[in-house]
T-cell receptor, first 116, second 110 residues
């Protein structure tokens, strides 16, 4: 139990579907993140929210749309994805957003996404 | 810019030692180490701040040489539970961004 809960754990969707990934953190943090993890590639930062405000959009295609209604919840809305978007999507949170002063990022277990 | 980890993979017998390196071409503010087992979340191991600090977690320790822009993770007297993929995350300034290396897969065999 990491304190960051993601649902669903597994998702299969067609290229024309609309789905959402959900993340909830129980750590009292005020920054939340979406990372993408593909096989044989480094973790890629997608979005960062600090106090419900988006502070980073790392050149992510518009078919990925994040939403942060409050500091405990983060969503990733998915629409008209491509097969190459299949990956593990990791949510994370930090007592941040400034890291390094003893703060770090805590990850959820991820949502495995397969686009067919 | 993402750090470079080496080696990509290492196989150990229980009780053996290993070193994983994480190098950056840019000056670093901090280095964060994680371990991820298959199908699980990356788990935070330790953070090192600039200043040549060395930290430890069980028999896993790490050092940070800011002049070389490099951090090393030391697995001492490895146990079966040490198997997994180790990632370093580097921070270039005191902000919210961690750039991760591609990971080092460690397999510890009995």
């Amino acid at each position: 139990e990491t304190g960051v809960t993601q649902t669903p754990r597994h998702l299969v969707m067609g290229m024309t579907n609309k789905k959402s990934l959900k993340c909830e953190q129980h750590l009292g943090h005020n920054a939340m993140y979406w990372y993408k993890q593909s096989a044989k590639k480094p973790l890629e930062l997608m979005f960062v929210y600090s106090l419900e405000e988006r502070v980073e959009n790392n050149s992510v295609p518009s078919r990925f749309s994040p939403e942060c209604p409050n500091s405990s919840h983060l969503f990733l809305h998915l629409h008209t994805l491509q097969p190459e978007d299949s990956a593990l999507y990791l949510c994370a949170s930090s007592q941040g957003p400034n890291l390094g002063s003893g703060n770090t990022i805590y990850f959820g277990e991820g949502s495995w996404l397969t686009v067919v | 810019q993402q750090p470079v980890q080496s080696p990509q993979a290492v196989i150990l017998r229980e009780g053996e030692d290993a070193v994983i390196n994480c190098s950056s071409s840019k000056a670093l503010y901090s280095v964060h180490w994680y371990r991820q087992k298959h199908g699980e979340a990356p788990v935070f191991l330790m953070i090192l701040l600039k200043g040549g600090e060395q930290k430890g977690h069980e028999k896993i320790s790490a050092s940070f040489n800011e002049k070389k822009q490099q951090s090393s993770l030391y697995l001492t007297a490895s146990q079966l539970s040490y198997s997994g993929t180790y990632f370093c995350g580097t921070e270039r300034s005191n902000d919210y961004k961690l750039s991760f290396g591609a990971g080092t897969t460690v397999t510890v065999r009995a």
